[in-house]
């Protein structure tokens, strides 16, 4: 399994970004996908999830209303559209699989909201 983040950089507050996450190595259509988040010094934080369809999507509150998860099964690739980003939605943003047992992160993109 391998995931590999990307669209990660540098925003004013207000501002919009979106992130990317190509997955390979297991049959990504069947496996419904994940987005945390982590800042140093505090605990990982789960930020969204997304059904294998597509059909389902979840999100922590903090991000209800300004981040959409979706995906793409013919690119293999999930996406986080993150719209009126504030400070506090600084981070490294990661993307997660479970997969026969085994929890899978990408290295993760660095996101800094900042004027």
Known sequence: VQLVESGGGLVQPGGSLRLSCAASGFPFSNYGMSWYRQVPGKEREWV?????????????????????????????????????LKAEDTAVYLCMVFVRGVTNWGQGTQVIVSS
């Not at 991000?63 to 293999?76: E, H, P, Q, W």
Request: hydrophobic share 30%.
């Open 48 to 84: 969204a999830r997304i059904t294998n369809t597509g059909g389902s999507r979840e999100y922590v509150n903090f991000v209800k209303g300004r981040f959409t998860i979706s995906r793409d099964n013919a690119k293999n690739t999930v996406y986080l559209q993150m719209n009126s």
